[in-house]
Every structure is written in structure tokens, then in C-alpha cells.
């Protein structure tokens, strides 16, 4: 029984370690989960159940993927040395539409952020990954964050975009809160599994698939 013991806390050490490696390449899974204040908005979340985000990274480059009923489908390809956001959408009603811009951000959409520095840490699957508080307007909505971010894992946020270098490393774990419709609604993500593995440069290009025509107006 005592062999059995130091095994399982030989192993159970052993994971913790792998844990913590720095990761350049592989992928992520996240539960994303929508709650709101409104009862009758609240019903339809939950009806919908959570959703998933999987994300795709190597180096400097990721690709999100999400897909909801609300939303349709959605690829956002970041490349960090490039300065540059590809995003994909796939909607009913609307089409196969694509957006390229940059994701550097003004000086106006920087006086828009105000982000601060938490005192607490949490661990996500293994990660210490340090607390901040992030307060912006997007779409003239205000919006709070809070999340938990590791630097241990090179994966570029789409999240993070707009708040420049005010905050370091990949959010494992996050709520955001923000009014639709007159109603506050939460997101909240967790990452849930992490894989090291290959990654094909082709899902983190930014040349635009056949078929996706770009949106105006945008």
C-alpha cells in the first residue's frame, strides 16, 4: 500500500510539473457559459446550454474558434508580430463575411481601458495565473473583466487586444460583464484542456477563405 501511495504522489508531482512547462504550440479548450439578470433572457441562455471555444496557437499566431446558435460560426486568427486580426463569421441571414484589421489600438481606445493589477492568484489546470480588472466601453457599452492570466502559454487573446501591454499573458480564466438589451449579461470561460501538439501553419493564415466577402461598413 505504501509503494501504491508514493507512486499516485509521484505522479500526481509529475503532472504538476508538465503543467507548468511553458507551452509555444498546441491548443486550448474552454467552457463558455452565458448568464444574465433578466429572467426571461436567463431561460433562453440556459436553454442554449454552454458553448466551447477551441484555440489554436503557435509562436505569436492563434486561431479561436467558437460556434452558438446566437452567433453562428466564428474564426478570429491573431498574428501578434504582424499587428493584424482576421475574423471569419458565418451567420444566417447574413453569409460567409470576413474583417481584416489592425490590433494595435489608438491612443482614444487606450484612455477607454483602464486595467488594474489584482492581488490574488488562481490555478487554472496546473497554471498560477495572476488576477487583473479590466474596465472598457465597446460599442459605447461599458464592459468589466475579470480575469486570470498565465505567461506560461505564448497563445495570443483576441481579449486582451485593446488593453495594449497593460496586461501580461494568456487569460485562462475570465468573467466579463456586459448590458445587451437592457439586461446584464455574463460570460464567464475556463480553460478545461490544454494539448501540446503540432499546429498547421494553414489555420493561422490571414488571407481570407474562398467564399467570404468582406464586410462593409466595418
Not at 509529475?14 to 479548450?29: K, N, R
Not at 439578470?37 to 479561436?64: H, P
Request: net charge negative; glycine share 8%.
Amino acid at each position: 500500500m505504501k509503494k501504491i501511495l508514493l507512486f499516485s504522489f509521484g505522479l500526481m508531482l509529475s503532472v504538476v510539473a508538465t503543467a507548468q512547462d511553458a507551452i509555444t504550440e498546441g491548443v486550448l479548450i474552454a467552457k463558455q457559459t452565458l448568464a444574465s439578470d433578466n429572467e426571461q433572457m436567463n431561460a433562453q441562455l440556459k436553454a442554449m446550454g454552454d458553448s466551447q471555444a477551441i484555440t489554436y496557437f503557435k509562436g505569436a499566431k492563434s486561431r479561436s474558434e467558437t460556434s452558438s446558435p446566437m452567433t453562428g460560426d466564428m474564426v478570429i486568427i491573431v498574428d501578434g508580430a504582424e499587428k493584424q486580426m482576421l475574423m471569419l463569421v458565418d451567420q444566417p441571414g447574413m453569409g460567409k463575411k470576413f474583417m481584416l484589421q489592425s490590433i494595435v489600438p489608438s491612443e482614444e481606445d487606450l484612455k477607454s481601458v483602464s486595467v488594474e493589477k489584482g492581488d490574488e492568484t488562481k490555478t487554472v489546470m496546473g497554471y498560477e495565473c495572476q488576477q487583473y480588472f479590466v474596465k472598457m466601453k465597446q460599442n459605447g457599452q461599458d464592459v468589466e473583466m475579470q480575469m486570470f492570466t498565465t505567461n506560461k502559454i505564448s497563445a495570443f487573446s483576441h481579449n486582451t487586444t485593446a488593453m495594449g501591454d497593460k496586461i501580461e499573458g494568456y487569460p485562462l480564466y475570465f468573467i466579463m460583464t456586459l448590458k445587451q438589451m437592457g439586461a446584464n449579461i455574463e460570460v464567464t470561460s475556463e480553460v478545461t484542456e490544454i494539448k501540446q501538439e503540432s499546429v498547421s501553419a494553414d489555420k493561422l493564415s490571414l488571407t481570407p477563405p474562398e467564399g467570404y466577402t468582406k464586410m462593409e461598413g466595418m
